[in-house]
């Protein structure tokens, strides 16, 4: 009987992560300080350690993963890669359909990928104590399971809208060790200000992002982590598409299309870039990557490509992105983990280059396409891979009138069991579509901060 899951022994768990910078054509820009200058390691030190901001900064194409991380990673890696056979054939596509699973790790999505790594260097660096945000909460639990793996204090913000959404998710992080305060809070300054600004603010990843900052600038005990975007994060990513090339390999086929969701792009990134250096180097041209994110969110598809700020109060570096502004308050959407205002610059700048497509989607085709692979396949996606899900399914139906047999492989990014309220409001019918906020994006663009 033909095998719909090509699993790896631990052995092939890769021994280094791949760094797209290594083959883009077009570098993404520096970032910059508030002097309008490249920002030094030295002014990052302040809430990363140096291990970490030297793999940020790094233009070399492998770079090793190191054996304590590798071992926790075998607690769950190699993920598998499955033929979603019978999605393929509730579609009737003459497509191949496959997927990553990353939703086996201890939190329950790809997250713990870049956790794990982070806590590790930060432990090495003599940190004790991590702060960070959370979105869908997804984050917060792998960085709470990866700071109690190598003997870390975490605090984590959790935007409002999720902290009162997510319940269980808040139980995960508290098991594994960490504190949880919903964003905004009276912890911080950037808390405060929007409190007194909107009492009722549902909080944003920009703004959560803004309090795990403020508070690891204050304290020389602290560092601050952050679960997407930076190059370091994405880089961590790899080892998705990196195991995937290997079960390829094995499986006799390769991808034609490869999707995933977009929220920071840590885990799009991740699937892609390995894929991409064959793209870049020309050895397959043909191949399409496509970043899905939700049409009331849409940094790729409707922001601007300008410098901006990472999080809401600007305390982070400008980096030169697809962006809504960092003061975009997105609507409370069910997928939290694609609440984010901006994308990552290495995603940004090969988007600009053309290496990648993008593509925005509403909540509800998302959903439906959700309950379709729950239906098909067994496993119930988190909100955020129904994204991924609903642009595979598109392309298979193409496939299906145009008659191409294409290989498409989707990122699985996580499970959605704590995410069982959010389908309930779906099969109530409570769920809306939200329009694109166009008035709410063109306000915070405004806000653009000046450069050169
Ligand atoms: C966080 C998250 C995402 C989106 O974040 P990226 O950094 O863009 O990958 C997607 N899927 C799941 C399950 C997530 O938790």
Known sequence: MESLRINL???DIPTHWYNVVADMPNPPPPPLGADGKPVTLEQMSAIFPVNILEQEMSSERWIPIPEPVREIYRLWRPSPLCRAKRLEEALGTPARIYYKYEGISPAGS???????????????????????????????????????MFGIDVRIYMVKVSYDQKPFRRSMMKTWGAEVFASPSQLTQSGRDELARNPDSQGSLGLAISEAVEEAAGRADTNYSLGSVLNHVILHQS?????AKKQFERAGDWPDIIVGPCGGGSSFGGIAFPFIADKACGKTPDL????????????????????DYGDLSGFTPLMKMYTLGHDFMPPGIHAGGLR????????SQLY??????????????????GVMFARAEGIIPAPESNHAIRGAIDEA???KETGEAKTIFFNLTGHGHFDMASYDRYFAGQLEDYEYPAEAVAASLAHLPKVG
């Open 9 to 11: 022994e631990a052995s």
């Open 352 to 369: 600009r280059d053309g290496l990648i497509e993008a593509r925005a989607l509403p909540q509800l085709a998302t959903f439906e396409a």
């Open 110 to 148: 790809h997250k713990p990928n870049s956790a794990v790594p982070q806590a590790y260097y930060n432990r090495e660096a003599g940190i004790r104590r991590l702060t960070t945000e959370t979105g869908a909460g997804q984050w917060g639990s792998s960085i709470a399971f990866a700071g109690q």
């Open 340 to 347: 984010y205002h901006g994308a990552s610059q290495l995603v």
């Open 239 to 243: 080892i998705i598409g990196l195991e």
């Open 397 to 399: 139906l193409r496939c």
């Open 288 to 307: 399409r990557l496509i970043a899905v994110e939700p049409s009331s969110c849409p940094s790729l598809t409707r922001g601007a490509y300008a410098y």
